[in-house]
């Protein structure tokens, strides 16, 4: 968080993999900076993960702040981030690989 803007959110978990309750602490911390309202609906497009598409209590956060949640199709990423599939991909392997040496 070095360096991040104020008011900024961040977690991780020990395996990488994105978790219902970082996913909804992340949801609210959204909601409360955008502010989205009946007259201010917000869309919010995530990744297909359960984390982000089956947490009942995320979708009922959304419902009552005007949050509509749609989420990417499966093995879709390619075609929607392609930079994330062919560069990005290989500059995260590298890092991970000097991270585990270090």
């Not at 008011?7 to 992340?26: E, L, V």
């Not at 955008?34 to 609906?41: L, M």
């Not at 979708?59 to 994330?84: C, F």
């Amino acid at each position: 968080m070095d360096g991040a803007t104020a008011g900024s959110f961040a977690a991780c978990h020990p395996n990488r993999w994105m978790q219902t309750d970082i996913f909804t602490k992340g949801f609210d911390h959204f909601v409360h900076f955008i502010k989205p309202s009946t007259d201010d609906p917000v869309l919010l497009i995530v990744g297909c993960h359960y984390s982000n598409t089956k947490t009942l209590d995320v979708v009922d956060k959304a419902r009552g702040h005007s949050v509509a949640i749609d989420s990417l199709p499966s093995h879709s990423k390619q075609k929607i981030q392609p930079l994330d599939v062919g560069s990005i991909k290989s500059l995260k392997r590298i890092m991970h690989k000097n991270l585990k040496r270090g």
